[in-house]
């Protein structure tokens, strides 16, 4: 008699499920195109990350939807984008398979896949629209598939989601309530904005002293000065940042913005780093996002030259399109041009700096002492 056997490999991971999803569509037309399983099982191991990808981007939101973040709970959330971040680098590495399709291999089976696009990928959407990129964010074309190539159930799903707070609302939110920007006497705003002024006008007195510079030469590093002086005044001044934001510029609102910079600017201090590690993560996030989509674009471009998409894309032209626009933390991309070096630093007030090194208690009890 055969011992009774626990649970089993290939029913705990429904092998039958999954291994009996690829139907080859060249198959069903009487002709096998070999390729043509490698592309199902390349697209279908996508989705399997995608899901994952969203999985854990809905844990980091749980977190950042609090009001009140634990310390204790930002090592899981790092913990969590290290992995997203880890699943991306494969995402790239998975293209180097697709491309052993050749272009002329893909013409056997490519008509019979129109007019299915992996536009229609609602779990690559989601990824997107959780991270921060809504439908007033996209290109007017990618807006325009959303109503003509989504079934209507898929469409309601997303128009659902996008009424929820992003990853980008919720960092946002938390920039915004970074509590040392103003500490007693101490105005961080007032007391950097005195460093930049300071710096500009030393680098300003270098251009007018440098006799090795003609006068063509110091006009145009005057001018880019000049240029330099006016976006520091765009995050000096609130409303003249209202105004940029409202035309795209910025998406942060303007604390939120200042809470990324001064993260940026004071990273060394013990209890500032793990937010300076939170965004680099959410930039690097992004960024291997972009990796992806370029690689993406040049891999069609490389399989259908100028044809048209499977879905009635430009094909080539719509990606790179969408590669350069779609990227939900370009801020915190942007914030280098902000950064000044660290000598020219304001000094944060002893008392503050000793609040910032390591002492183990909660975000609230840290606040209220700071408050006090």
Known sequence: MSKQLGIYYSEYLQLNKI???????????GAVAHDEMLFIVTHQTYELWFKQIVFELDAVIDVFDDPIIE?????????????????????IHQIDIIQTITPHDFLEFRDLLIPASGFQSTL???????LGIRR????????EFFKSRLKKDDLKSLDHLETKETLHDLTDRWLSRIPFLKYKDFDFWKSYQ?????????????????????????????????????????????????????????????QGFLGALFVNLYRDEPMIYTGFRFLT???????????????????????????????GSSGHDYLTATTQNNRAFLDLFNIATFLIPRKDLPDLPDELVRALGYFFRGEKDRLEELEM
């Open 19 to 29: 291994l009996d999803a690829q139907e080859l569509e060249s198959e069903k037309q």
């Open 194 to 254: 005195n460093s930049v002024e300071q710096m500009l006008d030393k680098e300003h007195a270098i251009i007018e002293t440098n006799v090795t510079l003609t006068e063509r030469e110091k006009q145009f590093q005057t001018n880019d000065l000049i240029m330099t002086r006016t976006k520091f005044e765009s995050i000096f001044d609130e409303k003249k940042y209202a105004k940029l934001r409202a035309e795209g510029n910025f998406r942060f609102s303007h």
């Open 136 to 143: 007033e964010h996209r290109i007017a074309a990618d807006c």
């Open 71 to 91: 310390d204790k709970k930002m090592g899981r959330v790092l913990h969590l984008l290290a992995r997203i971040k880890t699943i991306e680098r494969v995402l």
């Open 281 to 311: 993560l959410l930039t690097e996030i992004d960024e291997l996002l972009t990796n992806w989509r370029q690689r993406h674009a040049v891999m069609v471009q490389r399989m259908l030259g100028t044809k048209l998409g499977t879905g």
């Open 124 to 130: 690559f959407k989601q990824i997107e629209i959780k």
